[in-house]
């Protein structure tokens, strides 16, 4: 079976760069009849907090995935030991004492000396009499994972062949002097017991790779398929970021977006694919193939958002919105799709609503008094249906010689107040002949 995994640092809302990986892992997940696992990667416990855990759920649900499974990093640290404990046993892990001020002065005297600032290992050269002396002034090992030094090939579904060659990159440290994980080793302890099958994210990632296939092969586990997608990037270029509060997803739902216009441009910018309005999420999993997705950067742009949630509304049908329209109070199929076509977000539907409700500040030019009052003297009588507008429009042009804007016009903001709104020939029906009448006076 095919699983996936999202593995989000609850260390702040998501934004549009993190949905990216949240909707393709999504999308192959249902296309593949797989599972999806959200995995909180939290355990950086001075930064992470339960509230950001929520709000990541929260903002997930509202673009439309609903997970599996839910696990959280922080209550799996008994798995993180005992591969710990293997790596040590095998002499993969070993520790090293190194300040963070001793190896900044290394990283530059290699840069001096025109060498790669890389860790020179030194720590495997310590005997237990030298870690002994070094405990007991109080320094307290991390522990380093030795890598193979050798190139790392891997096949990923993306970008296709990649080589990461381990030999020109320092041991990572897995576990940190307090005994804390960094992200590398839970990660992959992690995806060997929940047997993770892809692991489809950033292409910042590729160079992690490499060394993550080494400790997978070192536990012993299964090594996934890799799929390396481009990264989103705002209009100038620039990456999104969670201290900067970049287009969080929290923020796009309160300015009144579309989850799946929102879902649709964090995953079909950069690729071949149109942005265009799709039915369902499930709609784009069958159509989003891996070679569709570019190899360039993928830059989102704000009006692409905007003219695209527009798109969405206008091709909403009245069996999706009554829901919503009745939460504002608003029912009809026919003022739905009067006013759909003028909505840029879906609440602006009860300010263009007033329209046919009322209260309307009418709008009447000193030089059209008398064309408005003989309009209100020529006003059909009811019943009024869709050929209403034409039939009083017509005795208006007979009656008055007027034609094209210098009539229609005056109507319009007299009867709505604004240039711009619903066509008059479908208004006038809702509006009745009585609100009309009290709007040309």
Not at 225 to 254: P, V, Y
């Amino acid at each position: 079976m095919t699983i996936v995994r999202y593995a989000p640092s609850p260390t702040g809302r998501i934004h549009l760069g993190n949905a990216r990986p949240a909707l393709l892992n999504w999308f192959f997940a249902r296309a593949h009849g797989g599972q999806y696992v959200l995995r909180m990667d939290d355990t950086d416990l001075a930064r992470s907090t339960r509230e950001s855990a929520d709000g990541i759920e929260v903002d997930l649900t509202w673009l439309g995935i609903t997970p599996s499974l839910l696990v959280r990093q922080s209550e799996r640290t008994a798995l993180y030991d005992a591969a710990v404990a293997k790596l040590k046993a095998s002499g993969r892990l070993y520790p090293a004492y190194e300040t963070e001020d001793e190896l900044d002065r290394r990283r530059k005297r290699a840069r001096a000396l025109g060498k790669p600032p890389i860790y020179d290992r030194a720590a495997l050269n310590l005997t237990d009499a030298d870690r002994a002396k070094l405990e007991a002034e109080g320094r307290k090992p991390h522990w380093r994972f030795r890598l193979d030094g050798k190139p790392v090939h891997f096949e990923d579904l993306i970008k296709g062949p990649q080589t990461v060659n381990t030999a020109s990159m320092s041991d990572p440290v897995l576990v940190r002097g307090d005994g804390s994980y960094l992200y590398t080793l839970p990660s992959v302890v992690d995806d060997i017991d929940l047997a993770i099958t892809h692991v489809i994210r950033g292409e910042d990632h590729v160079s992690n790779t490499g060394t993550q296939i080494e400790i997978f092969e070192a536990l012993g586990g299964r090594v996934p398929q890799f799929a390396h997608h481009n990264l989103l990037t705002d209009a100038e270029g620039q990456g999104f970021s969670k201290r900067l509060g970049s287009l969080s997803i929290s923020d796009l739902r309160e300015q009144g977006y579309e989850s799946i216009a929102v879902a649709i441009m964090a995953t079909l910018t950069g690729t071949a694919l149109p942005i265009e309005a799709y039915a369902s999420l499930d709609e784009i999993a069958q159509k989003l193939a891996f070679s569709a997705i570019s190899h360039g950067p993928a830059r989102f742009d704000p009006s692409e958002l905007d003219s695209l949630n527009a798109r969405i509304l206008h091709a909403m049908s009245y069996e999706t919105a009554q829901p919503r329209l009745a939460k504002l109070g608003l029912e009809g199929e026919d003022l739905w799709l009067l006013l759909r076509n003028n909505l840029a977000k879906f609440d602006d539907v009860a300010e263009w609503a007033k329209l046919i409700t009322g209260p309307v500040a009418s709008v009447i030019a000193d030089e059209d008094r008398d064309f408005i009052a003989t309009a209100r003297d020529l006003l059909p009588a009811e019943p009024w249906s869709l050929d209403t507008w034409a039939q009083w429009t017509d005795a208006l042009k007979a009656s008055t010689g007027r034609k094209g804007k210098t009539l229609f016009l005056p109507l319009r903001m007299a009867l709505t107040g604004r240039h711009d709104g619903p066509e008059l020939k479908s208004l006038l029906p809702l509006v009745g002949r009585k609100a009309c009448l009290d709007r040309l006076l």
